[in-house]
């Protein structure tokens, strides 16, 4: 079982950074891959960015070079950066592929 609980949404303007945490409670978190999704309004939910137990990282083409994930003991982040009106969605924080959802955080950017 893990429990997942994000922060660090917020409004931010365009080209600007915003940093996400994903806080992970339980046994299983340093062995299973974990990811940053979102969802736009009207869109399905994508994957931005994932990484594996031992580090490997993989992003969406859109994302690539401007949003970068990283984890430690508990917590898995998303730095992102050079922010894009079309960034705006929900971004949920995921673990072992989806077997496990935070509650999600808006990020909204503006132009």
């Known amino acids: 079982q893990v429990h997942l609980v994000e922060s660090g949404g917020g409004v931010v303007q365009a080209g600007g950074s915003l940093r996400l945490a994903c806080a992970a409670a339980?046994?299983?978190?340093?062995?299973?891959?974990m990811g940053w999704y979102r969802q736009a309004p009207g869109k399905q939910r994508e994957l931005v960015a994932a990484i594996t137990s031992g580090g490997s990282t993989n992003y969406a083409g859109s994302v690539k070079g401007r949003f970068f994930i990283s984890r430690d003991k508990n917590t898995v982040y998303l730095q992102m950066n050079s922010l894009k009106s079309e960034d705006t969605a929900v971004y949920y924080c995921?673990?072992?592929?989806?077997?496990?959802w935070g509650q999600g955080t808006q990020v909204t950017v503006s132009s």
């Open positions: 995921a673990a072992n592929s989806g077997d496990y």
């Open positions: 339980g046994s299983i978190f340093s062995i299973v891959p």
